[in-house]
Each structure stands twice: as structure tokens, then as C-alpha cells.
């Protein structure tokens, strides 16, 4: 199970069901990549990071820790954030 692109997406507030119409992929497609049935492609995994404004090896490694989930605390950042880049038109 990818724990980190789980967190990433709690962090957003996020949906699987969302992120998976947002890619125009099928959900049931989203759910085995995090479920860890099926490996993500190399385009896809970019488009995951860039959807979920997250680092792309970070959020497809092995469990690195477990975020704190303690009542009142916006835990949005312990997901590690992909500045824009600059001078993009």
C-alpha cells in the first residue's frame, strides 16, 4: 500500500474516487495503484505529483513515517510540497 500518496490525499482533502476523475483514469485503476496491485506508469505517476502538488518519489516510496493525526492540527504539512516552477507560460 502506497501510505504516503494515502496521506497526500487526506491531506488535500481529497477522494481516490476524485483524483482518478481528475486524471480521467478509472477509479478502480486508482485504487490498485494504492492498494499496490498495480505499478503506476511513469506519465502517470508525474500526473499524480502534479495533481496532488507533492513530491513524486516521495509519495510512490515505502512508508517513510507515520503522520500525526492529532485532532486540531492541519497535518497538510508534513506532505512535502513541489514549488511551481518558474517561468512556466
Known sequence: MLVNLKAALAARRMRQVDLALALKIPPST????????RQAEGWLR?????????????LFSPLTRIPSRRVGVEDSA????????QGSS
Request: charged fraction near 25%; glycine fraction near 4%.
Open 46 to 58: 508525474t500526473r499524480i505529483a502534479e495533481a496532488l502538488r507533492a513530491d513524486e518519489s516521495w
Open 30 to 37: 486508482m485504487s490498485e495503484i494504492i492498494c499496490g496491485r
Open 78 to 85: 508534513s506532505v512535502p510540497v513541489v514549488a511551481a516552477a
